[in-house]
């Protein structure tokens, strides 16, 4: 199979037209004309799973976060990115990313968090399509909701804003960093804002209105497992594998 072929499920269920004009979505590395016979799914590709694919023998390597983002001036071992593109290409392995789009799918990155906390009637929480707000089938004390985000999640940590007073009923969420949605976040009318990569000042919040950082990783990780779907029902006798080095790059002690 042609990896193009391969990852037109993918493109199926998220068009790069969505992606959004910054973005790098799309294959980096690699003819989109080669044969491939086993993938390997991951949030990044990491030199850990680059070297992970080259031990399975997987010729493309499918992720959520593009590994270039930026126009490289160079290609040279002086960088990770210049490592892996070069160690990717000696090893004819090809690198796909579906970001972005990704993100604005229907049930993308934001439908699978929703889906976790079970949001009902939920709607896109802007103009962009990026992230999602809806209401929780029960309204719940902030603590409750602490709870069960912590246990959706599998977060040991979740980063908090001054809790509300009143119990929460409306809830909006957005994968990765969902920082610059606040303002959205609480003009849709939501209590509680879900999402990563928060900074001290908007924590800041309104009275009535709170935000939960439970990091960039977990909020977005579930994507590994909606590509492995994709490609799995499509494609049921080819090769899929999940990553087991692609770990969150923040450390707690």
């Keep these: 199979m042609k990896a193009c072929e391969l990852i037109a499920p993918i ?21 989109p004309q080669r044969e491939v016979k086993r993938a390997l799914i991951a949030l990044d590709c990491t030199e850990e799973v680059l070297d992970e694919a080259i031990e399975l023998g997987c010729d493309i390597i499918v992720t959520h976060h593009p590994l270039i983002f930026k126009g490289l001036k160079s290609i040279t071992p002086s960088n990770a990115v210049g490592r892996i593109v070069s160690k990717a290409l000696k090893s004819d392995i090809a690198i796909y990313a579906a970001h972005t789009n990704m993100d604005k799918a229907a049930d993308g990155v934001s439908g699978l968090m929703a889906a976790k906390l079970g949001l009902v009637q939920t709607k896109p929480l802007n103009q962009e399509q ?78 009535g209105f709170m935000v939960m950082d439970i990091g960039h990783y977990l909020s977005e990780y579930d994507v590994v ?29």
């Design 11 to 31: 493109e199926e269920f998220a068009p790069l037209a969505l992606q959004e004009s910054w973005d790098n979505c799309g294959f980096s590395v690699g003819d």
């Design 130 to 207: 990026l992230g999602l707000v809806g209401n929780l089938k029960e309204p719940l004390e902030w603590r409750d909701l602490v709870v069960m985000v912590k246990e959706k999640f599998g977060a040991e940590h979740v980063r908090c804003s001054a809790p509300v007073e009143d119990k929460i009923s409306r809830v909006a969420v957005c994968g990765g960093s969902g920082r610059s949605f606040i303002a959205d976040a609480m003009a849709e009318g939501a209590q509680a804002y879900i999402t990563g990569d928060i900074t001290y000042h908007e924590f800041y919040c309104e009275r």
């Design 225 to 253: 497992g909606l590509f492995a779907d994709l490609l799995c029902k499509k494609f049921p006798n080819f090769a899929v594998c999940i990553s087991r080095r692609n770990n969150n790059p923040i450390y707690y002690y």
